[in-house]
């Protein structure tokens, strides 16, 4: 029986990913490195440390740590969400769909918890989950499901009672590697990518959630 729902953050409930890019952008132009936009679909999904060492090994640039690179990013990428960053359709909806039905919710993100805590207080959510949990603190992010499980045993919650709601390929099959129900809510640009079709339901939007779905999912 579904108990349990764990939400990613990036792209799935705030429309942060176009801020990534930007800050992004920008740490890595001072260090005279160019990314195209579709470069950074390689990265989508994975931890910020992640992201900057897989651009590292590839460009080599020097006077800069990845370490320090990443915290750059993490500090502009927070301005820029607390400044622009907007609601997914749909946020509001899905999380009180849960708490109407007593569900045990969890956050289970790649971003670090800096970021985090500034998200779930500038959109007014941290009251929605009982856990929030970042892959900052594994050895291995996404794909991988260690976010995840963790998440759930903060929930004190088993795999199976457990549905994710992912927008990433990478997040998705953390979801499924770790046994439970996914939710695919692609960007409208990545609907079209048959991956998705590893999850368990696909949607366009949070708000196209239902209570039937939810019976489907349970079965």
């Given at each position: 029986m579904?108990t349990t729902?764990?939400?990613?953050m990036?792209g799935?409930?705030?429309?942060?990913?176009?801020?990534w890019?930007?800050?992004m952008?920008e740490?890595?132009?001072?260090?005279d490195v160019w990314?195209k936009?579709?470069?950074?679909m390689?990265?989508?999904?994975?931890r910020?440390?992640?992201?900057?060492d897989?651009?590292?090994?590839h460009?080599k640039w020097?006077?800069r740590?990845?370490e320090?690179v990443t915290?750059?990013i993490?500090?502009n990428v927070?301005?820029k969400?607390l400044q622009d960053?907007?609601?997914?359709?749909?946020?509001?909806?899905i999380?009180?769909?849960?708490?109407?039905?007593q569900?045990?919710?969890?956050l289970a993100?790649?971003s670090?918890?800096?970021?985090i805590?500034s998200?779930?207080?500038?959109?007014?959510?941290k009251e929605?989950f009982?856990a929030v949990?970042?892959?900052?603190?594994e050895?291995y992010?996404?794909?991988h499901?260690a976010?995840?499980?963790?998440?759930?045993?903060?929930?004190?919650?088993s795999?199976p009672?457990?549905i994710v709601?992912?927008?990433s390929?990478n997040?998705?099959?953390?979801?499924?590697?770790?046994?439970?129900?996914?939710?695919?809510?692609?960007?409208s640009?990545?609907r079209?990518?048959t991956?998705y079709?590893?999850?368990?339901?696909?949607l366009?939007s949070?708000?196209d959630?239902t209570?039937?779905?939810?019976e489907n999912?349970?079965?």
């Open positions: 579904l729902v764990i939400f990613d990036d799935l409930l705030i429309d942060s990913e176009p801020l890019g930007k800050a952008q740490v890595f132009a001072d260090l990314l936009p579709e470069d950074y390689h990265t989508t999904g994975l910020t440390i992640e992201v900057v897989y651009w590292y090994r460009f020097e006077n740590s990845p320090e915290k750059d993490v500090d927070t301005d969400i960053g907007k609601a997914m359709d749909g946020l509001y909806y999380l009180e769909f849960f708490k109407s039905r569900f045990k919710t969890g993100s790649s670090p918890m800096q970021l805590y998200v779930l207080k500038h959109f007014h959510i929605y009982n949990y970042s892959a900052e603190y050895l992010g996404k794909p499901p976010v995840y499980l963790s998440c759930a045993g903060e929930l004190d919650s795999p009672e457990c709601f992912e927008d390929v997040g998705m099959i953390a979801g499924k590697a770790a046994r439970m129900k996914v939710v695919a809510v692609p960007e640009h990545n079209k990518d991956r079709s590893l999850a368990d339901l696909q366009n949070l708000k959630f209570e039937e779905k939810l999912l349970d079965k």
